[in-house]
């Protein structure tokens, strides 16, 4: 079979979904359908509805979208059905029901943007630098009844700079995960629907991965330096790690701050009140669980994202608040 008459169901939403569906029409792979979340309700009222990034790349390239409620509606399963697919490909969408997975007569499989079975879960790219990785890449395999364990099919290594945020990593990997997507294509194509894989590793340690939210970005001042400074740039410049600017003794409401940049200082803070702020020589430094640091990007509530030199013009007597 050639890759023009081996018919594809793409499935995915986000940005990084949008990657792996560019390289396959590009490449003149054969896409039939495209399958992404309903559009998202934004603005005061919710009353404008935002496409997501892959409808909007499939209604440009002139692709059929779905956009099922419910991915076990007797309707999308009927329409899903009816594109007759030899194949589906998921990179970043949903748990899927088995009438779904094992609908196409070679499967289906997804692009995972860890080296699992570490960092199963929503959110692989940002926990891997959280935790201070210094290597991560992406994984195909085909899907079965439990989230992220079928049956690897091939992975693709990607290191992770000291000072890559996430946005770095997950650009990287956007790529490193089309290059990974088209070769398991032509992998399944070769074998005629029977690429080789192989099980997970299930004793092997590993990390879970799962989803962020505005409580997970709390940063706690009371950790060492070097997990602050992992914590920051694995949630810079989205969600966005963040903290309470809190008078020491004035009866005043905190006030929120996003942190989106810092840089070790290897200056012991041992001794002093974690959170405490102090400037020095234009630098904006905060005590941790062992050294001073530095904060060098950051936005205050209201206000645009901005280096710290610049926040300290307006900012008197850091000393007098702690961060919490």
Known sequence: MEKKNLRIVF?????????????????????????????????????????????????????????????????????????????????????????????????????????????????????????????????????????????????????IPDDADVEYVYDGLMQLGAQLCTHTVDLVLSTDGNAPSQPQQESEAHHAAPKIFKETCAIDFSLPAKRIYDFVRGLSPAPGAWCLLTPRHANAPAQVLKIYKTAKTGESSVGVEVGTLKAENRRLLVATADEWLEILELQPAGKKRMAARDYLNGFQHPEHFLLK
């Open 11 to 159: 499935m995915g939403t986000p940005e990084f979904a949008v990657g792996s569906l560019q390289r396959l029409v590009e490449n003149g792979y054969n896409i039939v359908a495209v399958v992404t979340q309903p559009d998202k309700p934004v603005g005061r009222h919710g009353s404008v509805l935002r496409p997501s990034p892959v409808k909007e790349y499939a209604l440009a390239h002139g692709l059929p979208v779905l956009q099922p409620l419910k991915m076990k509606d007797q309707h999308f399963l009927e329409q899903l059905r009816s594109y007759n697919a030899d194949l589906q490909v998921v990179v970043a969408f949903r748990m899927l029901p088995e009438a779904v997975w094992a609908m196409p007569r070679f499967g289906t499989f997804n692009v995972h943007a860890a080296l699992l079975p570490d960092y199963r879960g929503a959110a692989p790219i940002n926990w891997a630098v959280i935790n201070g990785e210094t290597l991560t890449g992406v994984t195909t395999f085909f899907l079965d009844h439990d989230i992220d364990t079928g049956r690897i099919i091939a992975q693709r290594q990607f290191p």
